[in-house]
């Protein structure tokens, strides 16, 4: 089975810290992802990236940043927490382009 | 641009009812559509996928490019079948768009 795995379950921060949130895949799989997800939002695109050092901007990377040192690791940035970045993230890979999503459980962040 | 609709936040059947969860899509090219659910407290995770055209837990979802749909149908729903049903698509680009999300509750 694929795994991905993201470091915390629950985060709680206060407002203007960094962040990191860590999400590690053992299937060498090319593409990450990070995902916001809102209740009647859906998921949104915050970052991905489809080979190590690579990145691009999703629907709404403002307020992220991420790092992908090494291909099973994809980490996203919260460079000054605020409360409108309380949600809960979702990473995920896929191997090629049209695959389908191997999720993480998921980090319920929460800046207070 | 690409856009998935899910008209329904919420949806309510008796056990044993047909369901059907409706997904409109909005894409200039050739998408590949997919469902993912999320069961309570599990991550979520690929239901189905339209190039692969086969029946997961008996739900099954036909790409209609006419009507631009790709609606998720289940002949008899089970209790087991309650949680968010999420709509995707992706278009050549590497990532994912997704609906806003249909939460499904079978009743007893």
């Known amino acids: 089975d694929v795994k991905v795995t993201q470091s915390s379950r629950y985060l709680v921060k206060r407002t203007g810290e960094k962040v990191f949130l860590e999400c590690v895949q053992d299937?060498?799989?090319?593409?990450m992802f990070w995902y916001r997800q809102d209740p009647g939002l859906g998921l949104r695109l915050i970052y991905f990236?489809?080979?190590?050092?690579?990145?691009e901007k999703g629907d709404i990377p403002e307020g992220y940043s991420v790092s992908r040192e090494k291909k099973e690791r994809f980490s996203l940035i919260l460079e000054s927490a605020s409360t409108n970045q309380t949600s809960m993230y979702l990473c995920a890979s896929s191997l090629f382009t049209g695959d389908g999503y191997t999720f993480g459980s998921g980090t319920r962040l929460t800046v207070v | 641009a690409q856009r998935v609709t899910q008209p329904e936040k919420l949806l309510s059947v008796f056990k044993g009812a047909p369901v059907e969860l409706k997904c409109n899509y909005s894409y200039s090219g050739s998408p590949e559509l997919f469902w993912y659910v999320q069961y309570s407290r599990q991550r979520l995770q690929l239901l189905l996928r339209?190039?692969s055209r086969e029946s997961i837990k008996g739900f099954t979802a036909d790409l209609n490019k006419g009507e631009t749909s790709f609606h998720l149908k289940k002949p008899f729903a089970q209790e087991e079948d309650s949680a968010m049903y999420y709509c995707a698509l992706t278009g050549g680009a590497n990532n994912l768009f997704f609906g806003t999300g249909t939460r499904l509750t079978v009743i007893p």
């Open positions: 990236s489809y080979d190590v050092k690579m990145k």
């Open positions: 299937m060498d799989h090319e593409n």
């Open positions: 339209h190039i």
